[in-house]
């Protein structure tokens, strides 16, 4: 996918000044505008897989709300137009009218918007609003709000008036064919987002990056969890190699669906080196079993695997799992023969290849459970 790699320029008084070009024919992509955002090295808050969706909105004539939260990028077909107009990849609403024949533009204030439930509340560090392919119909600005609502609530609970929304991003102009990016400041913890379009138009995808914050009171409740998982608050810091797709995908909740849903690097031709990836824990934890899957990896999974941990910043690594065989798409499982208290691991594949998942069964410790409780408490502010 070509980009031009251009971060957006101060806002113009031409309302104009941000469209793209007419799609010319060619690669739809060859012109798109992107950025770079260092916070979208961090867990997708908005991800179907951790249970993310789009419960509502106040408009979708011509495109779906719940095209925002899908994971490819979007796609452009010149040809695909339907009864209401060209069918766009993304949330599309009509064009907004003012009142009345002498005021024929929608007022300042119109806007249109759509609630997100974020797949597991955490603190938002950043966001995306992508307008891919989006030319001249983007919103001529976009905002976004956030509130914390525990439990499963509807639209009408979080759009009643006792409901305190809380600015992330205010009104600002967008670019279109565009990924915009927002750096969102602060330590709160929320569960639902807004998005708003300044009157209206379209977006193609939304992206909300940021850290998971587990409730401890929950985490207690279960007892024996997944420490790494993302919904847990388990975070991926580095990799070897991210070729083909993210390490992040390891922790991911449920089983991988196809080869690309877990971490998959290059061939390594260097003799005595190997790949790895590094995770850390939401917080120190006791683990008492490892599970290692490499589901729909036939011909291309790790040879073999090694688990080290260590505990806190400086600790020294030690062994949690020897170097051991893998199958190809075959799920393992290891039962420890003493706990390992660890705030980090790191996964080693011998010599490369892939791995769906990997499951740290445990609970957090004393000290871990204490930390869990001040970062919630912090979180709420």
Not at 151 to 169: M, R, T
Not at 312 to 334: A, I, K, M, Y
Request: aromatic share 8%; with cysteine; charged share 30%.
């Amino acid at each position: 996918m070509p980009t031009d790699k251009i971060q957006p320029e101060p806002p113009s008084t031409d309302p104009h000044a941000n469209d793209a070009a007419p799609y010319g024919g060619g690669d739809p992509y060859a012109d798109y505008r992107t950025g770079d955002f260092p916070f979208t090295e961090l867990v997708d808050l908005a991800d179907r897989r951790l249970g993310a969706g789009v419960i509502a909105a106040n408009d979708e004539f011509f495109a779906e709300r719940e095209n925002l939260l899908i994971r490819e990028p979007a796609v452009f077909d010149p040809e695909r137009f339907g009864h209401k107009g060209k069918i766009m990849d993304g949330w599309e609403t009509r064009r907004r009218r003012g009142a009345d024949a002498d005021r024929p533009f929608p007022a300042p204030e119109d806007h249109d918007w759509a609630i997100v439930r974020l797949g597991t509340p955490g603190i938002i560090r950043g966001i995306v609003v992508d307008t891919a392919h989006f030319r001249g119909n983007y919103p001529q600005r976009v905002s976004v709000q956030a509130v914390a609502v525990e439990g499963a609530p509807g639209p009408e609970e979080l759009l009643a008036d006792d409901v305190k929304w809380e600015e992330l991003v205010p009104p600002t102009p967008v670019r279109g064919h565009a990924a915009n990016g927002f750096e969102v400041t602060g330590g709160r913890r929320y569960t639902h987002l807004r998005i708003c379009q300044h009157p209206d138009g379209g977006i193609a995808r939304l992206r909300v990056h940021g850290e998971v914050v587990p409730d401890p009171a929950w985490l207690a409740a279960l007892g024996t969890i997944d420490l790494i998982s993302i919904l847990n608050g388990g975070m991926y810091e580095d990799a070897s190699d991210r070729f083909y797709s993210s390490p992040a995908q390891i922790i991911l909740p449920g089983t991988s669906r196809k080869m690309d849903d877990g971490w998959e690097n290059r061939r390594r031709r260097v003799r005595d080196t190997n790949d790895w990836v590094r995770f850390r824990l939401p917080a120190q934890g006791a683990v008492r079993a490892v599970e290692i899957d490499t589901a729909y990896l036939k011909g291309n999974a790790a040879g073999w695997i090694g688990l080290q941990g260590r505990d806190g910043e400086s600790g020294e690594w030690f062994e949690v799992l020897p170097r051991t065989r893998l199958q190809p798409d075959t799920l393992h499982r290891f039962v420890l023969g003493t706990e390992a208290v660890v705030t980090h691991v790191r996964l080693d594949a011998y010599p490369d290849g892939g791995v769906a998942r990997m499951r740290l069964h445990g609970s957090p410790t004393e000290a871990g459970a204490a930390e869990l409780a001040r970062r919630y408490e912090q979180s709420k502010g």
